[in-house]
């Protein structure tokens, strides 16, 4: 048994989690296995391998085990749980044989992540819920249609006083503020920049343009007191009030929007290993200065921790992403699960993926899919090209509220292909193919909080085992979500490759975290609809599959009857519909009318293929019947649903 060297730890896990309640709406910007380099006391360089994002994060040896720094030593020592928390165990990292830790029991990818979430949801829930939903802020100036036109963006470079042992490695700033202005806002062919990766993804709707104060912005404090107190808004007001002192003549009204500024803050140094407060993310603000209201920030880091310049142009494609509407396309949970794999930005901050076929139209309306309510075959152009001979994004409905036209559940098919775009769809190591996602806009995209069992927005993984257990499975397959027949996945469908019912998910877990993942079908979370895609073809720019959708039944009307005999009165609801001839004959077993009293659906009669009449019989006169009927197929699953009031 290893014996702990103690450092107050409920003290410090307490003023952690005081940190991260006060931050509110901040957005996450993940890393998943980044190389850092760490030292320690006597100078020694210890690499280690981040995992995590601004709510939490581990540092794992390239052998697996955990790491953590010893706050009263200052060594990086191996770290065990103490409970539910990480604490250091005493056996100093680069001084300890791997045949000593696992004698003594040391297990490897050791995380209190699950403890820090879930006491964040439980203390202040809220601070979950601006970022978990797909939407756009409307901000003035723009319509509530497509995001298009171009958005004004400042960058500020802001450096700290001296002190001994910065927070950030570095009090002061050395790399030119103009210069990571230039390489966001680069306009030239083949460069990867903000501006561009925009330009390209909306094929050329919307971009963003900007410029950077050409100084560093020294603040009155040190990196630490701002951290102490747990406040970017204090560190944007003194950088606001540190400009106007130098400059008294600069108009913020310049470089805003409407009066409205989007302000990008880098900060001089690197960001922290094992803090929470210096680490790139995106949050909306409400800072009232100058003429001016500071509606949204990012701020990133401007080194490495080995002090090279920070290049990274994909946090900004990621971050950017939030401060235009779009939510974070991963689980916060230990794990951190991808639904949608290597095929989105906002689950994937690299700048060689584009945004998934649902980013771009829900949140920025810059492609609008075309519905599939029948069977047919069909064209899809890649996703990425800005001059498709197709269309390039498909929805299938699944299910409705009642009497809506638009679905709260379907299927969005989109091909995604390497080199679609050069640059910014091009992601080495990621299969081409048929991205098709299931959409639920009941939970979440990603962030599965605990009241969600579900992801909103989850991509259906082809070689997805349905006889694993285990989460760590999954990151096998977060490039290998396309299905093309050039990996021989041509046919999905409720029966095909698994028969499922409704609603059946596969619950696997990982240490502390258990999620529920779709199947290698199509089945809805609550109905089994009749939805076939199949002879998909072989990946390229334009691909070929075909559909089996079962048609809803059209002219679905009815009208109330006073029926008066001498044995009885009563009033009766004649329903009445024809077939569909969308559908194809014997593909209709029966059809199902069903009653909706509140939200539960009331199962009323089941009717021969032939019938198009039923009816329901002693009903009351000054009722309103709200109705839904659907054909059923000859394995029991259900077309579309139509609806009908009667008053």
Known sequence: MVRLKRIKAKEIALILMLMLLLTLNLQAHPVWGERIELRQPDGAIVIGFIYGDEYHRRVETAEGYTIIRNERTGWIEYAILEGQRLVPSGLIVGQVKETELQKRGIRKHLTD??????????????????????????????????????????????????????????????????????RLFAEEEGVVSLTNYYKANSDGLFWPIGSAYPRWVTLPQTASYYKSINSWT?????????????????????????????????????????????????????????????????????????????????????????????????????????PLGMYCIMGYSDPRISFSGYIKWKVYGWVQPVEITGSGSFNISALALDSPKFPRLYRIPIDFNFGSSSPYEYILIENRINGAHPIFENMPGRRNGLLITHVDERYPPAACLPNYPFYGVEAICPELDPGITSLTFLNQLWGKHAWAADFGWTK???????????????????????????????????????????????????????????????????????????????????????????????????????????????????????????????TVRDRVYNYILVAVSPDGCESQPAFLTLR
């Open 234 to 338: 204090r560190i944007v007001e003194h950088a606001l009030d540190q400009i106007k002192a130098m400059d008294p003549g600069f108009d913020f009204t310049t470089v805003a929007n409407y009066s409205e500024l989007d302000i990008a803050l880098i900060w001089a140094g690197t960001r922290e290993t094992w803090g929470s407060f210096f680490w790139p993310h995106m949050s909306s603000m409400n800072i009232n200065k100058y003429g001016i209201r500071v509606r949204t920030r990012i701020a990133v880091n401007e080194r490495h921790s080995n002090g090279a310049e920070n290049k990274d142009v994909g946090v900004f494609c990621h971050e950017y992403g939030h401060v235009t509407g779009a939510p974070d396309l991963y689980d916060y949970s230990s794990f951190h699960h991808r």
């Open 492 to 618: 999905l469908d409720n029966f095909y490759p698994d028969a499922r019912p409704a609603g059946a998910y596969l619950q696997l877990s990982s240490g502390d975290d258990t999620e529920n993942i779709i199947f290698r079908n199509t089945q809805g979370h609550q109905k089994s609809r009749l939805i076939a895609i199949y002879d998909i073809g072989y990946s390229g720019l334009e691909m070929a599959f075909k559909s089996t959708v079962l048609a809803k039944p059209i002219d679905f009307s009815g009208e109330k009857v006073e029926n008066r005999s001498l044995l009885q009165h009563e009033f009766i609801n004649i329903l009445k519909w024809k077939a569909n001839p969308a559908n194809l004959p014997g593909t209709i077993n029966k059809y199902r009318i069903y009653l909706l009293e509140g939200t539960s659906e009331k199962l009323l009669a089941e009717i021969g293929p032939d019938r198009i009449e039923f009816w329901h019989r002693q």
């Open 113 to 182: 992540r699950f403890w820090v979430i879930q006491e964040m949801r439980r203390l202040q829930p809220e601070i979950f819920h601006e970022r978990i939903s797909p939407k756009r802020a409307s901000p003035v100036g723009l319509g509530p249609a497509a995001l298009t036109g171009t958005r004004k963006f400042f960058i500020v470079a802001v450096e700290f006083q001296s002190e001994e042992k910065p927070p950030t490695g570095w009090s002061k700033g050395f790399y030119n503020p103009v210069d990571f202005a230039a």
